[in-house]
């Protein structure tokens, strides 16, 4: 009698939709991405970083220089502009 009650058999269940299926994958897609993008972060790749250093120090050497001239021209400026309030 408990056996004939028992219905052991797999329950039914509905194929899933398109659009069901569309947002299994675009979230593994988007976990993949995340991923790549957070490994990016921790690994940097070496070949950009020695290239980014040795541009980057004349750049910044020069940067140094052109503001050293800017500000007197700054100066000279506001000078102009104050006799001209005058």
Do not use: W
Request: charged share 30%; net charge positive; glycine share 4%.
């Amino acid at each position: 009698m408990a056996a004939a009650e028992l219905d052991l058999s797999p329950p039914e269940i509905p194929e899933p939709t398109f659009l069901e299926n569309l947002l299994r994958y675009g979230l593994f897609f988007g976990a993949i991405f995340q991923l790549i993008c957070i490994l990016a972060i921790v690994f940097p790749f070496s070949k950009s970083n020695e290239t980014d250093a040795e541009h980057c120090e004349p750049r910044n050497s020069e940067v140094v220089r052109k503001q050293k001239g800017a500000p007197p021209q700054i100066s000279k400026k506001l000078k102009k502009e104050a006799k001209k309030k005058r």
